[in-house]
């Protein structure tokens, strides 16, 4: 099945400092998604990617959607603790479902106040 | 409008037993999804209902898991003769319509088999 790889697998880093994580695919995605994970939750979408190239931003958080469309970036700028938890990049399986996500292992972020 | 409720929170089970999951969708969705979400792994699909309908039910295990949404009522994933492999955080998601666009993911349930 599809696989989708993320990198890096945690990153520690001080409240203020801008932040880079990326999600790479052997397979091509026609839609690249990205959530995010707080302790004790479930997931929540935050960025939604449907075009190759594409660049979308929600507040602090920018992400683009790869020309190639095996891969995705997501950054965050200017951290603060409460932007703590494990972010997932996700996209819909490859079977044909609109329904079926196939989620990455997720990079776990810590912000030290 | 409550989000999509699910319980317990944390169950404890020893090896053999049994395991109950629920999960309560938002108001007004009638399309259930479970995922499972092993240690230091991203949630991986399980099953998907729709009242009283299994639609897919491709990710799930063929023995000792089994998963309903009544007419009534919580759906309910339910793992039988639990081992320790199980141990994992469950989540459901709830949309109004099939698609991934309106899943909403509940808070999930931590198993612990002991």
């Known amino acids: 099945g599809q696989q989708l790889n993320q990198s890096p697998q945690s990153m520690f880093i001080q409240e203020g400092e801008d932040v880079s994580m990326n999600c790479t695919s052997s397979s091509i995605f026609n839609t690249w998604l990205w959530y995010k994970q707080e302790p004790g939750e479930g997931p929540v979408l935050l960025i939604a990617l449907y075009k190759a190239g594409e660049l979308t931003s929600n507040g602090r958080l920018t992400a683009q959607f790869g020309i190639t469309r095996k891969d995705s970036f997501l950054n965050i700028s200017a951290s603060i603790p409460s932007d703590v938890g494990i972010y997932f990049c996700?996209?819909?399986?490859?079977?044909?479902?609109?329904?079926?996500?196939?989620f990455g292992k997720g990079t776990l972020l810590t912000v030290n106040p | 409008n409550a989000g999509v409720m699910q319980n317990p929170r944390h169950l404890v089970r020893r090896r053999g037993q049994e395991a109950r999951l629920r999960c309560s969708p938002m108001?007004?969705?009638?399309?259930v999804y479970w995922y499972r979400q092993l240690p230091e792994e991203g949630l991986k699909f399980m099953v998907y209902?729709?009242?009283?309908?299994?639609?897919?039910e491709s990710g799930m295990p063929k023995e000792r898991f089994s998963a309903e949404f009544p007419k009534e009522g919580p759906s309910i994933l339910r793992i039988q003769q639990v081992v320790r492999g199980d141990s994992a955080a469950y989540f459901c998601a709830s949309s109004p319509q099939q698609g991934w666009e309106t899943q909403y993911f509940g808070p999930g349930t931590r198993l612990l088999v002991l």
């Open positions: 996700a996209g819909p399986d490859s079977g044909g479902s609109n329904y079926k996500l196939t």
């Open positions: 209902l729709q009242k009283e309908n299994i639609i897919d």
């Open positions: 108001k007004g969705h009638s399309h």
